[in-house]
């Protein structure tokens, strides 16, 4: 079976680059994916899948039907935004829209999935259960995976698995984590209400910048004295403001952040934490405040059973070489966390780095990716696909 689908995947090699070149320079904006979903739902279409568009807003969902009668429902995730990036790598296929670029891959992610829905449409239908195509938007805003659960498409799912490119891993090889991938992202609104009066008379007043700046120092001590070392917390205040002119004393401040951790005790427990440290700092000095904690993205945990699928698929197509564990998480945000809430999941990074120059890294306006990991991908996640009905115990045999 590895060598038939290592085959149709090679055999359509030049066209998934195609697609990948023409995804990268017609990128779209979170939520504007228009072009996109229907460029996917027309190669979905023409492969024979199933196809349901506006899921999820701008999402595609494509069903591929088992020809046995395994319940069990395997779903495969990709994104399709881009980013608010002008684009700087001189390629031929850079993007043509102005300011938009796919600098985080994901026109790779739904390269691959389209990539993986061909070849398991050519095998000719092996499949034991129903395999379903999640192509979701919004994922650089956190907000695609939840419109799309809203409109049914982790329904009946019992396994999923996702992807996400890597330039740090070389191309041909794919990176698995056990466990923890990425941190939970919320984000954290602090006003700071004092009174205002004369900058040389501070007994009159309650200087609302000096209490936030003790807040802030407070919250990172209190980090490195209060939470666990073991379960990483960044707290990160990125935008501050307040005041109106030198020499008066500013009335109100507000500090706006992001809070990242990977535990999901830690995180739960997440929003008193500040808000207990606010509150008694605040009390000191006779000021008021505001709070808002507001949650993001949960962590994504990728289960142990299907990642195993995952390393097992990969080492079997690619060999030792092929596969890289990886041993940290990382504190990124990611919403695959929230199809996570549904069924068991897990999300591997497929290495699309270059062997002999260098690399930048996502996001980066020069980010470029060696598109031989493509097939690498769409290989692996096939493979995988097909192996999660034969390995768990429901009687399915290999057919092969
Ligand atoms: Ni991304």
């Given at each position: 079976m590895l060598t038939r689908i290592k085959d149709i995947a090679a055999n359509l090699a030049p066209r998934l680059v195609e697609i990948r070149r023409h995804l990268h320079s017609h990128p779209e904006l979170s939520g504007q994916e228009f072009q996109t979903a229907a460029y996917v739902a027309g190669v979905l279409s023409s492969c024979g899948l199933r196809v349901k568009e506006g899921i999820g807003k701008v999402g595609v969902v494509g069903e591929l039907e088992g020809?046995?009668?395994?319940p069990r429902l395997l779903a495969i995730r990709t994104d399709m935004d881009a980013l608010p990036i002008v684009e700087r790598t001189g390629l031929e296929f850079a993007s043509r829209q102005e300011g938009v670029m796919h600098a985080c891959g994901h026109d790779v992610h739904t390269t691959v999935g389209l990539g993986t829905a061909m070849v398991l449409a050519q095998l000719g239908h092996p499949l034991a259960g129903t395999i379903r195509f999640l192509f979701q938007p919004a994922e650089e805003i956190a907000q695609g995976a939840a419109w799309m659960v809203q409109d049914g498409a982790m329904e009946n799912v019992t396994g999923i698995f996702s992807l996400h490119v890597f330039p740090s891993i070389s191309a041909g090889v794919v990176g698995i984590r056990y466990g923890a991938l990425t941190a939970a992202a919320d984000d954290l609104e602090i006003t700071i209400i004092g009174e205002s009066g004369h900058g040389a008379r501070p007994h009159e007043a309650i200087d609302a910048i000096w209490i936030a700046s003790q807040i802030i120092t407070t919250l990172q001590q209190a980090i490195s004295r209060t939470q666990n070392p073991l379960r990483p917390v960044v707290l990160t205040i990125g935008q501050i403001s307040g005041g109106r002119a030198p020499n008066v004393i500013a009335d109100q401040v507000r500090l706006l952040g992001t809070v990242r951790s990977l535990h999901p005790e830690t995180s739960e427990a997440l929003p008193d934490w500040i808000e207990q440290i606010v509150a008694n700092v605040c009390r000191s000095y006779g000021a008021r405040y505001e709070l808002k904690y507001r949650r993001g993205t949960p962590s994504v945990q990728n289960d142990g059973i299907m990642t195993q699928l995952l390393e097992s698929a990969a080492g079997e197509a690619w060999g030792n070489r092929g596969v890289q564990i990886i041993h940290e998480p990382s504190l990124g945000a990611e919403d695959f966390s929230v199809y996570l809430q549904y069924a068991p999941g897990s999300m591997f990074r497929l290495g699309v780095g270059f062997k002999d120059r260098h690399n930048y890294p996502l996001h980066h306006p020069q980010f470029e990716v060696d598109e031989s990991a493509i097939i690498t991908g769409v290989v692996t996640l096939a493979y995988a696909a097909y192996k999660y009905w034969q390995q768990t115990p429901s009687g399915m045999k290999d057919r092969e």
């Open positions: 020809q046995g009668n395994d």
